[in-house]
């Protein structure tokens, strides 16, 4: 099958839509990474499919859901307020055995350091 250049460009830009993503989550959620992720990936999958196509698929029943957890967080990152690893690391101390590695004097700090923790445990 043959794509047309829409469909090359939308190759393009979903790939990029999707590498930007995957860099924004290893930059610690960079807002600005992700925020440009989102825009290619979905401008490149409406070139993919179509518009039409593409409202369809979003719109689909089954799929509701996760279309609404996918624009919420595209809103989240627009509205800049994409840092919940903090809450991420909060959750894991109160995990049994990762929760005490993560106390542990030396590893605490680096790790309130990655998620922008104000205060250290002291």
């Known amino acids: 099958m043959w794509l047309s250049d829409a469909q090359k460009i939308g ?3 979903t790939t990029f839509g999707g590498l930007f993503m ?8 960079d807002g600005a990474l992700l925020a440009l992720g989102n825009i290619l990936f979905v401008s490149g999958l409406a070139l ?4 039409q196509k593409t409202v369809s698929f979003f719109a689909r029943k089954q799929k509701i859901r996760g279309s609404l957890c996918f624009f ?3 809103l989240l990152i ?11 690391v909060t959750f894991l101390r109160q995990l049994p055995f990762i929760g005490t590695a993560l106390s542990l004097p030396y590893i605490s700090g680096v ?3 990655l998620a922008g923790s104000r205060t250290s445990a002291v």
């Open 111 to 113: 790790v309130d350091r």
């Open 48 to 51: 993919i499919i179509g518009p």
């Open 78 to 88: 627009f509205f800049k307020w994409p840092d919940f690893f903090p809450v991420v």
């Open 72 to 74: 919420g967080g595209i």
């Open 22 to 29: 995957f860099l924004g989550v290893m930059f610690l959620f």
């Open 11 to 13: 190759v393009a830009l």
